[in-house]
């Protein structure tokens, strides 16, 4: 399986909306999670079976999408929520979208 | 506090060998499957291996696949991942990490700080 993000890279400003996507190579039902990371950091969970929220993250953070195509949307964004967003379907990750809050 | 914790990166010839740890405290280990994952530098996540909760099944990339061994110790509240045959494009940042949700739907909600590992003569 080969997970295909887009954009490769996103500059928004505060306050904006970021919708990121993530494209399955075939179909993985609701199976998809989404990272964020930030540098220096590991990886920190925001979203597991596609749409769920992990523990402690903003309902800023959503997800949504199934079987090919999938979606990362962050409303409100702040300055914090600069970093890179990976998608995971069990062993495989997406190349990264990398989002800059300028 | 849930945590785990890398140990044993450095600076390796290439062909040598290398020995990882990883110590977890505020869960039951026994209860997980646990794996590694590494990130050259600039570059994305790459998922290694895995193991089972009992350390029976064990799976690996295709990019390790027969130098590296990924194994574990309940009792100890431990995991290893033992590399050998050690190449340069191994260097990378190597993650400990806890494995949640049904096979084929796992996420890894806990993560490490990870330990670096660099291969060059």
């Known amino acids: 399986i080969v997970l295909t993000q887009s954009p490769a890279t996103l500059s928004l400003s505060p306050g904006e909306r970021a919708t990121l996507s993530c494209r399955a190579s075939q179909s993985l039902s609701n199976y998809l999670g989404w990272y964020q990371q930030k540098p220096g950091q590991a990886p920190r969970l925001l979203i597991y079976?596609?749409?769920n929220r992990a523990t402690g993250i903003p309902a800023r953070f959503s997800g949504s999408g199934s079987g090919t195509d999938f979606t990362l949307t962050i409303t409100s964004l702040e300055p914090e929520d600069s970093a890179v967003y990976y998608c995971?379907?069990?062993?495989?990750f997406g190349q990264g979208t990398k989002l800059e809050i300028k | 506090e849930v945590q785990v914790v890398e140990s044993g990166g450095g600076l390796v010839q290439p062909g040598g060998s290398l020995r990882l740890s990883c110590a977890v405290s505020?869960?039951?280990?026994?209860?997980?499957?646990m794996s590694w994952a590494r990130q050259a530098p600039g570059k994305g996540l790459e998922w290694v291996a895995n193991i089972n909760e009992d350390g029976s099944v064990k799976w690996y990339g295709d990019s390790v696949k027969g130098r590296f061994t990924i194994s574990r110790d309940n009792a100890e509240n431990s995991m290893a991942l033992q590399m050998n045959s050690l190449r340069a494009e191994d260097t990378a940042v190597y993650y400990c990490a806890r494995e949640v949700g049904p096979r084929g739907q796992n996420v890894f909600d806990i993560w490490g700080q990870g330990t670096m590992v660099t291969v060059s003569s």
């Open positions: 505020g869960f039951t280990l026994n209860s997980y499957y």
């Open positions: 079976a596609a749409s």
């Open positions: 995971q379907h069990r062993g495989t």
